[in-house]
């Protein structure tokens, strides 16, 4: 398993950007694909998107395709989430998570093994 450390939240307005940051231990990084999944009070955790070991697919929730983008840098252990023109609706912790194998199209939880602690994102109208 690797350990993550999720950075990169905090409050933006609306139609803002931010971009978090996922790090993570462990020589074994470019093994795993990571995800990125959010929670907002009283929901459950949604998939947000997901990329493959190699960074040659990559997977978006619905609500987020077009506005957001996943990338990933083996050399440096690090995955990102680029998200622009954020919304209200956005507001969550946002977890990355990292698995040996996820299905195509929509990751379930189940699919990753190891979850960081979450960061939060805030967006104020």
């Known amino acids: 398993q690797v350990q993550l450390v999720e950075s990169g939240g905090g409050l933006v307005q609306a139609g803002g950007s931010l971009r978090l940051s996922c790090a993570a231990s462990g020589r074994t990084f470019n093994s795993y694909a990571m995800g990125w999944f959010r929670q907002a009070p009283g929901k459950e955790r949604e998939f947000v998107a997901a990329?493959?070991?190699?960074?040659?697919?990559?997977y978006y929730a619905d609500s987020v395709k077009g506005r957001f983008t996943i990338s990933r840098d083996n050399a440096k252990n690090t995955v990102y989430l680029q998200m622009n023109s954020l919304k209200p609706e956005d507001t969550a912790v946002y977890y990355c998570?990292?698995?040996?194998?996820?299905?195509?199209?929509?990751?379930?939880?189940?699919?990753?093994?190891?979850w960081g602690q979450g960061t939060q994102v805030t967006v104020s109208s």
């Open positions: 998570a990292a698995g040996l194998k996820i299905r195509v199209g929509v990751p379930l939880p189940a699919d990753f093994g190891s």
């Open positions: 990329i493959t070991w190699s960074g040659g697919n990559t």
